[in-house]
């Protein structure tokens, strides 16, 4: 049975920095491209930041030159590293991540259960 868990979440203060994290475990060949959404009360979810397999990264706009991307393949773990946070940050979220079952070119969405991220002012 596959879970992704994330975690790192919190309250911290504008300008201030966290770490969120995204563990993959359960028994899988591998994952092909691993991304960090959020979602405000009231607003649809939005993608963050990607990264694919190979390490190629994609950011929003809102985020870029703040927030980074990465991964640890040999721990099946994502990360978002948050700098420079704004009260406009806060929001669930959410890891997703797409799983090879096996050789095949067969892909598998799995999402997480989201950590909650709140900026104050």
Known sequence: QVQVVESGGGLVEAGGSLRLS?????SIFSIDS???YRQAPGKQRELVADITS???TNYADSVKGRFTVSRDNAKNT??????????EDTAVYYCHARIRFS????????????TQVTVSS
Do not use: E
Not at 103 to 114: E, H, I, L, S
């Open 22 to 26: 995204c563990l993959v475990s359960g």
């Open 34 to 36: 691993m991304a960090w």
């Open 54 to 56: 190979g390490g190629s």
């Open 78 to 87: 994502g990360y978002l590293q948050m700098n420079s946070l704004k009260p």
């Open 103 to 114: 050789r095949d070119y067969v892909f598998v969405n799995y999402w997480g259960q989201g």
